[in-house]
Structure formats: structure tokens, C-alpha cells
């Protein structure tokens, strides 16, 4: 399994981009990147998946360089209502010993 | 569509007590899955199941908990006895076989042990 090493924690303030990036240098040619997101209170939930370049959805976009070793997740204009433990994962679609690891707990300030 | 749906959301119960959790996985997910979420740590997986089959059940403390999916669909986690140490987030997540790193996770049932 990839290890992927991520920053503990970032704080922002209401309106700014964050951006979150993750380490994986020893990602395989099969693995693909996901992000989850969890709330205080909740479980986890997916947020997006990427394989390389980029991927845009409604809540991020993901940012993965052509030798895959990191990626980045952007939240635009973040609002507090964004505060919350980001986690990213690495592995093979059919991988279910995906770990979660600590995450990065994002913090937004008003 | 209907998510993960966990019971009970919070209990509390004093050591050496039985507890049990239930989970109603998204329909038409074949794999389901229970985590054990400690503070400030990401989730740990207990055990998975391939429809009523336990496939990977490595990760649960067996002198202690048991689990199971009758019919493949329903789950139930059972810890009995409870110890201090079991304080945790007990959550219950469901998949396609197709997608497994999109897991689909319930809300949780948080178990205080006293």
C-alpha cells in the first residue's frame, strides 16, 4: 500500500482557497487518489477521486502532476462550514484496506 | 437514496457490559464494512464483509467482539465484555465490489465505556 504523508493541520479564514497537498512517492501504476472529508460528529465522506491531471466536481478539484508522487486538493473560497478532517488515500479501486491515517484538520476562522 | 444507517448513535455503558451496534448498509452494496475510530485518529477497519461472508476479519479483537450480516444485507457488531479501552466511534460503511475506495460511511455510533 502507497503511504501517503499529509500536513497535520492548516488554518484559513473565510473566502480563501485552501489547498492540501499529500505525498505518495511510492504510488503503483493501478492506484488512484481519493479524498475524504469528515465533519465533526460524522463519518467520513467521499469527496473526489483522481487518477492524474485534474478532476473538478462541485465541492473541489483535485491537482496531480504527471509523476503522481503528490497531489493537491483545492477548497475555493472556503466558508466555515468547511472545517472539517481531510484525508487522502491511495490505492487500487479494488482496495479495501485503504489507510486513513490522521488527516489534515482544516480549520476556517471567520 | 438512502445512506448508511447506524444504530444507536450514542451509548453508554459501564465495563464488562455487552453492547451491540446495527448498521442498514446502502442498498445494493455488497460490501460493508466496521471501523473503530479513536480520537484524533483516522478509522481503522475491524472487519469486512462480501456479502453474509466475513472476508477479512483480521483486524477484530475476537476474544471480544464478534460481528455479523445475516441475509448479507443487515450488520450487527457485538463487544462483550466492553472495556475502558473500546471508547470509541464505531462506524459502519457500505461499497460496490466495483469501487472500493468510495465508501460510503454511516454517521456512527459513539460508545463511552465507564
Known amino acids: 500500500l502507497a503511504k501517503t504523508t499529509q500536513p497535520i493541520s492548516m488554518d484559513s479564514y473565510e473566502g480563501q482557497e485552501v489547498n492540501i497537498t499529500c505525498s505518495h512517492n511510492n504510488i503503483a501504476t493501478n492506484d488512484y487518489i481519493t479524498w475524504y472529508q469528515q465533519f465533526p460528529s460524522q463519518g467520513p465522506r467521499f469527496i473526489i477521486q483522481?487518477?492524474?491531471t485534474k478532476v473538478t466536481n462541485e465541492v473541489a478539484s483535485l491537482f496531480i502532476p504527471a509523476d503522481r508522487k503528490s497531489s493537491t486538493l483545492s477548497l475555493p473560497r472556503v466558508s466555515l462550514s468547511d472545517t472539517a478532517v481531510y484525508y487522502c488515500?491511495?490505492?487500487?479501486?479494488?482496495?479495501?484496506?485503504?489507510?486513513f491515517g490522521a488527516g489534515t484538520t482544516v480549520t476556517v476562522r471567520a | 437514496e438512502a445512506g448508511v444507517v447506524q444504530s444507536p448513535r450514542y451509548k453508554i455503558i459501564e465495563k464488562k457490559q455487552p453492547v451491540a451496534f446495527w448498521c442498514n448498509p446502502i442498498?445494493?452494496?455488497?460490501?460493508l464494512y466496521w471501523y473503530r475510530q479513536n480520537l484524533g485518529q483516522g478509522p481503522e477497519l475491524l472487519i469486512r464483509y462480501e456479502n453474509e461472508e466475513a472476508v477479512d476479519d483480521s483486524q477484530l479483537p475476537k476474544d471480544r467482539f464478534s460481528a455479523e450480516r445475516l441475509k448479507g444485507v443487515d450488520s450487527t457488531l457485538k463487544i462483550q465484555p466492553a472495556e475502558l479501552g473500546d471508547s470509541a466511534v464505531y462506524l459502519c460503511?457500505?461499497?460496490?465490489?466495483?469501487?472500493?475506495?468510495?465508501?460510503?460511511f454511516g454517521e456512527g455510533s459513539w460508545l463511552t465505556v465507564v
Open positions: 483522481g487518477y492524474k
Open positions: 460503511a457500505s461499497s460496490t465490489r466495483q469501487n472500493r475506495n468510495t465508501i460510503y
Open positions: 488515500l491511495v490505492g487500487e479501486q479494488n482496495d479495501y484496506k485503504l489507510s
Open positions: 442498498s445494493g452494496h455488497n460490501t
